[in-house]
């Protein structure tokens, strides 16, 4: 008899690929293999912090963005959703700016959560906790 929780491959239809933590050289050969693997759906986050290359100012208020991977081959975001789409998957995309997986200040600039006292956490003593 088969236990009403039990999770079968064909019950699993896709799963999370963080394409920044990895080499970019290996994105293809990880696709392929979620679609051999039967997998039909991509989730990946979109860090704000991860693809920050430089500081704001006036031209650029959110700092410096690299989507297309001029400083960091893994930060090239438009390379890894054109091989999603090639390899005719889906994408459950999910782009921030918050992104709660084990990055610092969620992956918001230190800059914006240390500079922004409406992004601060106070401790009991009024007390700044990030640092």
């Known amino acids: ?32 293999k979620f679609k051999e693997a039967g997998l039909k759906n991509v989730t990946t986050y979109v860090q704000w912090a991860t693809h920050l290359v430089g500081p704001p100012s006036a031209e650029h208020p959110a700092g410096v963005l690299d989507f297309e991977g001029k400083t960091n081959p893994n930060l090239n975001l438009l390379h890894f959703l054109d091989l999603v789409q090639e390899l005719g998957l889906e994408m459950n995309f999910r782009c921030g700016p918050f992104c709660c997986n084990e990055m610092i200040h969620g992956a918001y600039p230190t800059w914006l959560v240390m500079g922004n006292p409406d992004m601060m956490c106070w401790d009991y003593q009024n007390r700044t906790t990030q640092g």
């Open 1 to 32: 008899m088969k236990h009403p929780l039990s999770i079968h491959c064909a019950d699993v239809f896709g799963g999370e690929i963080q394409y920044f933590r990895l080499d970019a050289r290996y994105w293809k050969s990880i696709l392929l």
